[in-house]
């Protein structure tokens, strides 16, 4: 009965915990009001790196194109695929998108960070916009990021995406990953978004000299929003901001496995306190689950108890999160937790066995995790 309380005030600890950092993260990244950018904005260079995307290139492409910014470049690079999407990419000229063809990838660097340093060179905005092909954004997103980062002050602006389309399996079964950003955040670490961030030209370029100072940094953009801050800004999206992502579970499972281990700080010991708090939340599942062989006593009730506590919690997050049946969210909880656990076993050994992988390029481990090497 001693290891049952104690275990209870572990799990209640957890929750009570959990809760607080939730709530006070979501007041934190809440976008107040409505923005827009004024007539005298400055220019926006928007950078979408690419590498075999011909399922979501050309809708990218053109909910960009659709945005009612006026100064806006386009410029799409070509990372080497080996399917058709450079042809999507060039198709598109006529409307003034400019395409690079990505070049050889050179010794040590992460090929998206090489992507974005090529990108980043080729700009001519005062701000700098990196969006991945599978986010979207409405018409007006560009002018209200760009209005909040004038009228804030900000030097840098990401957005965590929301989820449009909950019944699919990529969304039911989704990745946690902004769910840890937002429940580890903090002033000195906020919650960063790589899927769509916007920083200014000259901060990047000539204070944090660009990318290649962490060409081998995993999440160069949750490096670059730390040594900016206080000037630095993470939002909630919402409707009316409107940036939401569509990615296959597949794709989410290999970012999983690339971010999971790296999250916790890639230490062993970073990563072992990582593996015993995943397991302790998944503990009242396994409790209710022993109901099937021992019955149901004060410990499989307790473990009931939390579970719903849990669901709540996690549901509490999928309401801000997912534009529609949000409350599907809470009830996936067991299944995602216990999934969430897999992957972060499978990325500490993908890191021990070096295979990890970033879009078909081996990622092996120099000195640390946070300065993966990639394999020629």
């Given at each position: 009965?001693?290891?049952?309380?104690?275990?209870?005030?572990?799990?209640?600890?957890?929750l009570i915990a959990m809760?607080?950092?939730?709530?006070?993260?979501?007041?934190?990244?809440?976008?107040?009001?409505?923005?827009?950018?004024?007539?005298?904005?400055?220019?926006?260079?928007?950078?979408?790196?690419?590498?075999?995307?011909?399922?979501?290139?050309?809708?990218?492409?053109?909910?960009?194109?659709?945005?009612?910014?006026?100064?806006?470049?386009?410029?799409?690079?070509?990372?080497?695929?080996?399917?058709?999407?450079?042809?999507?990419?060039?198709?598109?000229?006529?409307?003034?998108?400019?395409?690079?063809?990505?070049?050889?990838?050179?010794?040590?660097?992460?090929?998206?960070?090489?992507?974005?340093?090529?990108?980043?060179?080729?700009?001519?905005?005062?701000?700098?916009?990196?969006?991945?092909?599978?986010?979207?954004?409405?018409?007006?997103?560009?002018?209200?990021?760009?209005?909040?980062?004038?009228?804030?002050?900000?030097?840098?602006?990401?957005?965590?995406?929301?989820?449009?389309?909950?019944?699919?399996?990529?969304?039911?079964?989704?990745?946690?990953?902004?769910?840890?950003?937002?429940?580890?955040?903090?002033?000195?670490?906020?919650?960063?978004?790589?899927?769509?961030?916007?920083?200014?030209?000259?901060?990047?370029?000539?204070?944090?000299?660009?990318?290649?100072?962490?060409?081998?940094?995993?999440?160069?953009?949750?490096?670059?929003?730390?040594?900016?801050?206080?000037?630095?800004?993470?939002?909630?999206?919402?409707?009316?901001?409107?940036?939401?992502?569509?990615?296959?579970?597949?794709?989410?499972?290999?970012?999983?496995?690339?971010?999971?281990?790296?999250?916790?700080?890639?230490?062993?010991?970073?990563?072992?306190?990582?593996?015993?708090?995943?397991?302790?939340?998944?503990?009242?599942?396994?409790?209710?689950?022993?109901?099937?062989?021992?019955?149901?006593?004060?410990?499989?009730?307790?473990?009931?108890?939390?579970?719903?506590?849990?669901?709540?919690?996690?549901?509490?997050?999928?309401?801000?999160?997912?534009?529609?049946?949000?409350?599907?969210?809470?009830?996936?909880?067991?299944?995602?937790?216990?999934?969430?656990?897999?992957?972060?076993?499978?990325?500490?050994?993908g890191y021990a066995t070096?295979?990890?992988?970033?879009?078909?390029?081996?990622?092996?481990?120099?000195?640390?995790?946070?300065?993966?090497?990639?394999?020629?």
């Amino acid at each position: 009965m001693s290891i049952v309380i104690f275990v209870s005030t572990v799990l209640t600890a957890l929750l009570i915990a959990m809760s607080i950092r939730l709530h006070r993260a979501f007041g934190r990244y809440k976008i107040k009001k409505r923005y827009s950018a004024a007539i005298t904005a400055p220019s926006v260079t928007v950078c979408i790196p690419a590498r075999n995307e011909t399922h979501a290139m050309a809708q990218c492409i053109e909910r960009v194109l659709a945005s009612d910014y006026k100064k806006l470049e386009i410029i799409v690079l070509d990372d080497s695929s080996s399917d058709d999407t450079s042809i999507l990419i060039r198709s598109f000229a006529h409307a003034g998108v400019r395409f690079i063809a990505g070049e050889s990838l050179p010794e040590g660097w992460l090929g998206k960070n090489y992507a974005l340093e090529t990108l980043a060179r080729e700009a001519s905005g005062t701000y700098v916009m990196f969006i991945d092909v599978d986010t979207a954004i409405k018409p007006t997103t560009i002018s209200e990021i760009v209005g909040y980062a004038m009228t804030e002050s900000a030097e840098m602006v990401s957005v965590i995406p929301a989820r449009n389309d909950s019944w699919r399996v990529s969304v039911l079964f989704g990745h946690l990953r902004y769910f840890w950003e937002l429940l580890l955040a903090r002033p000195s670490s906020p919650a960063v978004s790589g899927a769509f961030w916007m920083i200014k030209r000259e901060a990047l370029m000539d204070r944090l000299g660009g990318f290649s100072p962490f060409k081998l940094n995993i999440s160069p953009e949750t490096t670059f929003a730390s040594k900016l801050r206080p000037a630095y800004r993470c939002l909630l999206s919402t409707a009316e901001l409107g940036v939401t992502y569509e990615k296959k579970w597949s794709s989410q499972v290999e970012t999983s496995r690339r971010l999971a281990f790296p999250m916790t700080g890639g230490t062993w010991w970073q990563g072992a306190l990582g593996l015993l708090a995943l397991t302790t939340l998944n503990l009242p599942t396994f409790t209710v689950l022993s109901s099937v062989f021992y019955g149901w006593t004060i410990v499989q009730i307790a473990g009931l108890w939390f579970t719903f506590a849990f669901m709540g919690l996690y549901a509490s997050y999928t309401q801000r999160i997912w534009r529609t049946r949000w409350w599907l969210g809470g009830f996936m909880w067991p299944a995602v937790i216990l999934q969430e656990l897999v992957l972060f076993v499978v990325s500490i050994w993908g890191y021990a066995t070096h295979t990890i992988t970033w879009k078909d390029r081996p990622v092996t481990v120099g000195a640390t995790v946070a300065s993966p090497i990639i394999k020629q």
